[in-house]
C-alpha cells in the first residue's frame, strides 16, 4: 500500500516537473509579446476590414456591420496557429463548416421564417452531416455558425436570407487575415514561442536518449 502511495506521488512529482519545463517564463517574454502583438494587429485589421467593407453596402444595418466585425475577428483568432501548416488546416476546417452551415442556412431561410425548433434542427443536420463525411471535430463550429446564423437572421427578419451570406463573407475575410498573418510572422519575425519551446524539449530529450 506505501509503495503505492510512494509511486502515485513520484509520478505527480514528475508530471509537475515536466509541465514546468515546458514553461518559458520572463526569458520568452518578447516572444510572448510579439505573439500578442501579431495577433491583435491581425484582429484589428479584420474588423476594420469588414466594418468598413458592409459599411459600403446600403441593405446593411449597423447591427450587422458590427456582429460582421465580431464574427471576422473570431475567425482571425480560429486560424491563427503556431505554425503557417497548423494554420492553414484550421483554416480548411473552418471553411468547410461556414460553407455546410451557410448552405443549410441559406434553403432553410428562404422557405422559413426563422424559429428556434428549426434552428435546433439545422444544428441537428449539420452534426449529422459532419459526421457521416468523416469531419467530427468540425461539428463544434458548424453548430456554432449555424447558432449564429439564425439568430442573427431573427434579429432582422425582414431580410432573413442575407445572414448566412453575411457571415461567410466575414469568415472569410477573417480567414484570409489569420493566414496571412500567421505566414508573414513566422517568415520575416520567426518561430513561435510555442514552437521554440517545442523544440528545445526535443532537443533536451534527444540529448538524454543519447
Known amino acids: 500500500m506505501e509503495t503505492q502511495v510512494s509511486s502515485r506521488i ?5 508530471a509537475t516537473s515536466k509541465g514546468r519545463s515546458r514553461t518559458p517564463g520572463l526569458a520568452g517574454l518578447p516572444r510572448a509579446v510579439r505573439d500578442g502583438a501579431s495577433l491583435g494587429v491581425a484582429c484589428l485589421i479584420s474588423y476594420l476590414l469588414i466594418t468598413r467593407l458592409l459599411g ?5 444595418s449597423r447591427d450587422d456591420e458590427l456582429l460582421g466585425g465580431m464574427w ?3 475567425a482571425t483568432i480560429f486560424v491563427y496557429r503556431q505554425t503557417y501548416q497548423q494554420s492553414v488546416s484550421a483554416a480548411l476546417s473552418r471553411m468547410a463548416a461556414t ?7 441559406l434553403v432553410s431561410l428562404l422557405i422559413f421564417p ?7 434542427a439545422l444544428i441537428g443536420i449539420g452534426t449529422t452531416v459532419m459526421t457521416l463525411i468523416g469531419n467530427p471535430e468540425d461539428i463544434i463550429t458548424t453548430g456554432i455558425t449555424t447558432a449564429v446564423v439564425m439568430v442573427a437572421a431573427g434579429i432582422s427578419p425582414q431580410h432573413a436570407w442575407k445572414a448566412p451570406v453575411l457571415r461567410l463573407i466575414d469568415t472569410t475575410v477573417g480567414v484570409v487575415v489569420g493566414i496571412s498573418a500567421a505566414w508573414i510572422c513566422l517568415k520575416f519575425v520567426g518561430p513561435t514561442l510555442s514552437s521554440t519551446v517545442r523544440e528545445k524539449l526535443g532537443e533536451q530529450q534527444h540529448g538524454s536518449a543519447l
Open 99 to 105: 460553407l455546410l452551415s451557410f448552405v443549410i442556412c
Open 72 to 74: 471576422a475577428v473570431i
Open 10 to 14: 513520484n509520478d505527480t512529482h514528475q
Open 56 to 60: 459600403q453596402a446600403y441593405f446593411v
Open 114 to 120: 426563422f424559429h428556434p425548433w428549426g434552428m435546433a
